[in-house]
């Protein structure tokens, strides 16, 4: 495998989730949520809660918004991989930044965590689009499926190096704990950059450009983000995809978004949130590998519908059973099982239902779709909780609990509508 990660195009693809996963675990998940809590916004009540979710929908606007017109626009000019190292530098530098955010700083924090975010996300698009550069739709499911799984213990490794530094600040001779964590930030911006290269290295990127002229090019833009737009409402098949799509992905990121806040909100120690953290990393990876060589033999959407099977009951029942750091480590587990598959199986099955000539604009539709997710579902969570609440009989549990329980209906609506999408038999597949 290490062999293959130096000297094949897909494993350099692979090696950049290893990447930029760090992000996804150690800031977005964990650290940022915790260090906004106790170090920027300094309030203990669901103020706090709100302004996390209010801001990770705002973010998830911007990013819903501008991914297609993005994706055309680096369609017509044939620049997906200096895209790709443009936003990954700013995520990287963000990263960076968060590490010297000023104490009660939490509007600063906000905005710089925003514009890592939007790096992290727009560079996961050209990533994305890159996927029919480095292998035939035939190797789909196995190569997206080992990208998530190695992001998965790429970052699982970083992320239990920052536990230790953390949990031993004092032997190391940081100033405090909250040092230690700041420094995990950087760690994260130094991770990203070094496994990054190898891909922003490669030399056989399949960039064809549509318009030489830059003044040209706007004009061009909007011209192919029209004909994408068009060809997916007239595609009965993407069509449904994408809205099965929206629905069960708002679940699954809201769950990582908002997890940690949610055991925070409720009282659990912040160090039994952290290890549940990694316990999901390190499930994930096999769990992504396994689900990737069942998509094989089996098919992709009935993979997918086992795991959105299993969001559904954790979310479902967790939110109101869940009661100390012991029973959300067992939902973390849970959702760790079905996450890599769910992620690295969305992406490859929506790979060979869309046709190559327009991998990249559909893509950025793809990722519109995602984005708009993350915008909705903090929202779903908050409303949900807060609506939840005036019910006489659910007045007297937490708003976050009946928040995290009404996430199964997202769940459910979209097995429903996954149920109906045509999957491509294997024979149908490109095998070049």
Not at 34 to 50: H, I, N, P, Q, V
Not at 385 to 394: A, D, E, M, N, R
Request: charge should be positive.
């Amino acid at each position: 495998m290490i062999k293959a990660l130096k000297l094949t195009r897909s494993g350099k693809w692979i090696l950049y989730d290893w990447a930029n996963s760090a992000f996804a675990l150690t800031i977005m998940s964990a650290l940022f949520p915790l260090l906004f809590r106790t170090e920027w916004s300094l309030d203990e009540s669901s103020l706090t809660t709100d302004r996390l979710a209010m801001a990770n929908s705002v973010i998830g606007l911007v990013v819903a918004l501008c991914s297609p017109i993005i994706a055309s626009f680096a369609a017509v000019s044939g620049n997906r991989k200096s895209y790709l190292i443009f936003w990954s530098m700013m995520g990287i530098i963000g990263s960076l930044a968060l590490s010297i955010i000023p104490h009660g700083s939490w509007i600063g924090a906000l905005v710089i965590f925003g514009l890592a975010r939007v790096g992290f996300q727009f560079a996961t698009l050209f990533y994305d689009a890159m996927l029919a550069d480095v292998t035939s739709p035939a190797r789909y499911h196995l190569v997206s499926s080992l990208g998530y799984a190695f992001g998965y213990m790429g970052c699982a490794i970083l992320f239990a190096v920052n536990l230790l530094v953390i949990h031993f600040w004092q032997e190391l001779n940081f100033e405090s704990v909250v040092v230690a964590q700041r420094f995990a930030f950087a760690t994260v911006a130094f991770w990203w950059f070094l496994f990054s290269l190898p891909l922003w290295n490669i030399s056989v990127i399949k960039d064809s450009i549509r318009s030489d002229n830059r003044m040209h090019r706007f004009r061009t833009t909007m011209i192919v983000l029209k004909e994408t737009v068009q060809f997916t409402l007239k595609n009965k098949n993407i069509l449904l995809f994408l809205f099965a799509y929206w629905f069960y992905i708002d679940g699954v990121h809201t769950v990582i978004l908002m997890a940690t806040e949610f055991g925070l909100a409720l009282g659990f120690k912040s160090g039994s949130l952290l290890t549940a953290l990694l316990f999901v990393q390190l499930i994930a990876f096999p769990s992504a590998l396994i689900m990737g060589w069942l998509a094989e033999k089996l098919r992709a959407k009935s993979v997918i519908a086992i795991a959105i099977f299993i969001y559904l009951i954790a979310t479902g029942f967790g939110g109101i059973v869940m009661q100390n750091g012991f029973h959300f480590t067992l939902f973390a587990l849970f959702t760790g099982v079905a996450q890599g598959g769910i992620q690295a199986l969305s992406r490859s099955l929506y790979s060979t239902i869309i046709p190559k000539e327009r991998f990249t604009e559909l893509t950025g539709i793809y990722n519109m779709v995602g984005r708009f997710a993350v915008i909705v579902g903090p929202l779903f969570f908050v409303l949900a909780g807060q609506l939840g609440s005036l019910i006489p009989f659910l007045s007297t549990i937490e708003p976050v609990r009946i928040g995290l329980s009404s996430l199964s209906i997202l769940f459910l609506i979209g097995l429903i509508l996954l149920m109906f999408v045509h999957e491509p038999r294997k024979g149908e597949l490109a095998v070049d």
